[in-house]
């Protein structure tokens, strides 16, 4: 069927992307699902960093892409092994297809699946491509391209959700809040009395914070190098805010410390405020060849652990509904990290926001003016 989608030709253009224009919205042609896949509408698909490193370079994927990892849509068409999600239902994409039957599956969460991740490495659904544009290939995101009309994902990339739930709420479900929200509940698992301080208050950094509220930990302490920032934290339930330099001036300490900024820098303030005893949380994405600089000696003498997350260490099937109730039952504000609701003809200045850090999420609404 032919769609129309935003997709990267070319990966490291100039800034600014309004002008230089790396993203083209065109139209596609999508094979139709296989029997373990689905085809999704789209309603609502989010903005996220690891999609900016796809276009700025730091993240090299095979190209061209039909790029977006955070989506949420009506399944339209279901493959013949698909029994358990019918036409009509909402569902909430998710970036780490799991086999679930290799050992890393079996994990709980805490390991990719090695078969999901090689696929999208390879830039295929598990089943293998369904895109094509003018004739030549088009590689898929992350097993989602959620930035078009229409996708076709494998079952093991979507959990269904109620209709209750909004399509740009259900959308940002399945990264912002799986990844940042999946470090505190899956990693940290924080008691009321703890204390959890968050480096980066991009989409996933903000969806950590409001996730610690709604555990109702009491002292959530929000860190980034952006006042304004600073004060939406605040608005959304942290109980402290401070900036990087603030936080190492004056020694701010806290037990669970969640880095998402993926940058080196900011990896070395969590590490810098964790006290003893306490755990480094990681779920940023820095360049390949970024390096950071900490004490050994203080992981053995303080008795510290440092903890990579990918994906929040989520399994999406298991938390997403989690999410989804604590959302109905008003303590996951979600829509509130919204900055922005845009059209997808302006996803290169939307590419630009994110870059100069002047937004939290911005979500690509389908089927709108």
């Not at 293998?128 to 994902?153: I, K, N, Q």
């Not at 609701?341 to 089927?367: H, K, P, T």
Request: charged share 20%; with cysteine; proline share 7%.
């Amino acid at each position: 069927m032919k769609i129309t989608g935003a997709v990267l030709e070319e990966s490291g253009r100039a800034r600014p992307y309004a002008q230089s224009r790396p993203i083209t919205v065109g139209e596609l042609e999508l094979a139709d699902p296989g029997p373990t896949e689905l085809l999704v509408r789209i309603e609502a698909a989010g903005v996220c960093h690891s999609d900016l490193s796809v276009v700025d370079g730091n993240r090299p994927r095979p190209l061209p892409m039909l790029l977006g990892h955070e989506a949420a849509g009506v399944a339209v068409g279901v493959g013949a092994a698909v029994g358990d999600i019918r036409p009509g239902q909402r569902v909430v994409m998710s970036f780490l297809p799991r086999c679930g039957e290799c050992p890393d599956c079996a994990e709980g969460g805490r390991l990719p699946c090695p078969t999901g991740s090689a696929a999208n490495a390879a830039g295929t659904l598990l089943a293998g491509r369904r895109l094509s544009a003018t004739g030549r290939p088009v590689h898929h995101h992350l097993g989602v391209s959620g930035f078009a009309t229409h996708a076709v994902v494998d079952r093991a990339s979507v959990v269904p959700v109620g209709p209750d739930i909004p399509p740009d709420v259900a959308a940002m479900l399945g990264c912002a809040v799986l990844t940042g929200g999946g470090a505190v509940l899956n990693v940290a698992r924080p008691a009321p009395t703890d204390s959890v301080l968050v480096v980066g208050l991009g989409g996933v950094g903000m969806a950590a914070v409001i996730t610690a509220r709604a555990l109702q930990v009491e002292r959530v302490i929000a860190v980034d190098t952006a006042e304004d920032k600073l004060g939406q934290a605040a608005a959304l339930g942290a109980t402290e805010t401070y900036t990087a330099a603030q936080v190492t001036e004056l020694g701010i300490k806290a037990r669970h410390v969640i880095e998402c900024a993926g940058h080196p820098r900011a990896f070395e303030t969590a590490f810098g405020a964790t006290q003893p005893g306490g755990s480094t949380i990681t779920v940023g994405l820095p360049a390949a060849a970024a390096l950071a600089a900490i004490s050994p000696l203080t992981v053995t003498a303080e008795a510290r652990t440092v903890v990579g997350s990918y994906l929040g260490s989520s399994i999406p099937a298991r938390d997403i509904p989690r999410y989804a109730q604590l959302w109905r039952e008003g303590k996951l504000p979600v829509e509130k990290l919204i900055s922005a609701r845009i059209r997808l003809d302006q996803i290169n200045e939307a590419m630009d926001r994110l870059a100069d850090g002047q937004a939290i999420r911005q979500v690509i609404l389908f089927g709108q003016d």
